[in-house]
């Protein structure tokens, strides 16, 4: 009897430890399960939270890809602008010589000796022509009218800086007629004065004195 007392408490302790140590395992098979499942939650959320970022970066990139498409076809668009400025410019200076040179050729008369001088024009032609004296054309000569001069007279009387100023409200395309002349040249055509002014004419280059 007294030795199965004896043995009865010589266990009793043992199967205590063992209940606390089991109690003692649960609890941390618990914690480290637990530990487990909140770190296999974070490691989806931060695969969801990488599997967006490669998308956006795809999408940057695609982006990317599309300004740079359109960023070069801006500057091919640019340089065919700037190709074609170039080819305007140059035509506007092709545009600017031939109006200089028209202009020129409208500031001069052609003259020559025997039946077309001067002499002979100015006997028998309609009195008050004002392409007789050299230097006006047909346009310089509508622009005198327009201007109130009509007749040879009435271009004697006008001052040089008034011709000129007539000339320059008509634009650069008569920059090259010279007027100095022409009062000198049109008061010998008032007066009739061929020989005279045939002879004036002839110390002429268009209308400006070569000397």
Same mark, same amino acid.
């Given at each position: 009897?007294?030795?199965?007392?004896?043995?009865?408490?010589?266990?009793?302790?043992?199967?205590?430890?063992?209940?606390?140590?089991?109690?003692?395992?649960?609890?941390?098979?618990?914690? @480290?399960?637990?530990?487990?499942?909140?770190?296999?939650?974070?490691?989806?959320?931060?695969? @969801?939270?990488?599997?967006?970022?490669? %998308?956006?970066?795809?999408?940057?990139?695609?982006?990317?890809?599309?300004?740079?498409?359109?960023?070069?076809?801006?500057?091919?668009?640019?340089?065919?602008?700037?190709?074609?400025?170039?080819?305007?410019?140059?035509? &506007?200076?092709?545009?600017?010589? &031939?109006?200089?040179?028209?202009?020129?050729?409208?500031?001069? @008369?052609?003259?020559?000796?025997?039946?077309?001088?001067?002499?002979?024009?100015?006997?028998?032609?309609?009195?008050?022509?004002?392409?007789?004296?050299?230097?006006?054309?047909? &346009?310089?000569?509508?622009?005198?009218?327009?201007?109130?001069?009509?007749?040879?007279?009435?271009? %004697?009387?006008?001052? @040089?800086?008034?011709?000129?100023?007539?000339?320059?409200?008509?634009?650069?395309?008569?920059?090259?007629?010279?007027?100095?002349?022409?009062?000198?040249? %049109?008061?010998?055509?008032?007066?009739?004065?061929?020989?005279?002014?045939? &002879?004036?004419?002839?110390?002429?280059?268009?209308?400006?004195?070569?000397?």
């Amino acid at each position: 009897m007294e030795f199965g007392t004896l043995f009865l408490a010589t266990l009793e302790p043992c199967w205590l430890w063992w209940l606390i140590l089991s109690a003692l395992a649960f609890i941390l098979g618990a914690i @480290v399960g637990c530990l487990l499942c909140s770190n296999k939650k974070k490691l989806r959320e931060l695969e @969801v939270d990488n599997a967006a970022l490669q %998308a956006r970066s795809t999408n940057w990139e695609k982006d990317y890809m599309g300004l740079k498409y359109q960023h070069e076809q801006l500057e091919g668009t640019l340089k065919e602008i700037r190709a074609k400025l170039n080819s305007c410019e140059a035509d &506007k200076r092709i545009l600017e010589s &031939k109006l200089a040179q028209a202009g020129e050729g409208e500031g001069r @008369v052609e003259l020559s000796a025997g039946p077309t001088s001067v002499v002979g024009m100015g006997r028998s032609s309609n009195p008050d022509d004002l392409t007789k004296i050299e230097g006006i054309g047909p &346009k310089i000569e509508g622009l005198l009218n327009a201007g109130g001069i009509h007749t040879w007279k009435e271009l %004697a009387n006008t001052t @040089v800086e008034r011709l000129q100023e007539i000339l320059d409200e008509a634009g650069k395309r008569f920059g090259l007629a010279k007027p100095d002349s022409w009062p000198r040249q %049109a008061a010998l055509a008032a007066a009739g004065e061929w020989e005279a002014l045939q &002879k004036l004419q002839d110390e002429l280059q268009g209308g400006i004195d070569k000397s």
